[in-house]
């Protein structure tokens, strides 16, 4: 086979085509597993054991040669489509607006609110969504009649050992203080599950963030005091706080947060129900049984927890009415934020 004779023709060949099609058609030919190239391969064994080497070397230079003039071809043609298809482009034509990403309400909402903790001194630590019952009520002193344990207002997942979506951020105190001694300051963000009825005030899936602090002598009034830094950070320096007198099985005294209504300043509208006031969130010092339960010396150590719905957070700082707003991932929605 003449070597020399085959490059020759290639080259005539390649010169005279014109579509991206005739070129593929002239790669099968040569370089195709059937091709001129793969046949001159499988001769070399048949030469005389003299010629095997120099008849493979060119026969390697040819395909390199082949592989390198069909790949600038390529270049070529798809260049030249470019140039025939922008001959009659409208240079004046507005270009095409790179969109710019930004981040969901709910992750600012989350970031801005794990900054003001951070300032503080806390750190963020985050848990599993999927939970054991005991992290997520026995632990946290909910006793075994509560009726947040029930099925509808918890999604079991499974039942030995038994495992459920968590229903609220606590469980996060649980892991975080078995794993650390005190002190300790954190800020735990994350999603939540129960099984609601989805409306404009509910849904199945929220974020909550829970913080809480341990140490030797730490009092109502250091609750009171962070709690009011963070307000002040997402509503404003005028805003107001209350606590009213609550109950939850893991803190003692527990309390609910209120701020003055940041619609009406306080005098009375349909948002905060002609009160004054919006509960944003739910407090207290850590339940000596929490303490105990996490391996604490609950005379030596005391502490406080809260947690808050970030949905509810966003929607009173954003005035949005609708918590569907926030997963529909509408971007007339999203984009305003
Ligand atoms: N876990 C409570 C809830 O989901 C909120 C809370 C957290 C209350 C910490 C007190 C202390 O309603």
Known sequence: MDIEAIQITFESEIQNLKSAEELEGLRIKYLGRKGIIAHLTSQIPSLPQSERAGFGKRVNSLKDKITALIEEKQRNLSLNQGISQGAGADIGMPGIAQELGRLHLLTQVIDEICDIFQRMGFSVVVGPEIETEYNNFTGLNIPLEHPSREAFDTFYI????????????????????????????????????????????????????????????I???????????????????????????????????????????????????????????????GAGMI???????????????????????????????YGINDIRLFFENDLRFLKQF
């Open 158 to 217: 499974q039942d030995y050992p038994k495992l459920l979506l968590r229903s609220h951020t606590s469980p996060v105190q649980i892991r975080a203080m078995k794993a650390q001694k005190p002190p300790l300051a954190i800020i735990a963000p994350g999603r939540v599950y129960r099984p609601d009825a989805v409306d404009a005030s509910h849904s199945f899936m929220f974020h909550q963030i829970e913080g809480f602090m341990v140490d030797q002598d």
């Open 219 to 281: 009092k109502f009034s250091d609750l009171k005091g962070v709690l009011e830094v963070f307000a002040k950070g997402v509503f404003g320096e005028d805003i107001k706080m209350r606590f009213r007198p609550h109950f939850f099985p893991f803190t003692e005294p527990s309390a609910e947060v209120d701020i003055s209504c940041i619609i009406c300043n306080g005098k009375g509208c349909s948002v905060c129900g002609r009160k004054g006031w919006l509960e944003i969130l």
């Open 287 to 317: 339940h000596p049984k929490v303490l105990k339960n996490v391996g604490y010396d609950f005379k030596k150590y005391s502490g406080f927890a809260f947690g808050m719905g970030v949905e509810r957070i966003a929607m009173l700082k």
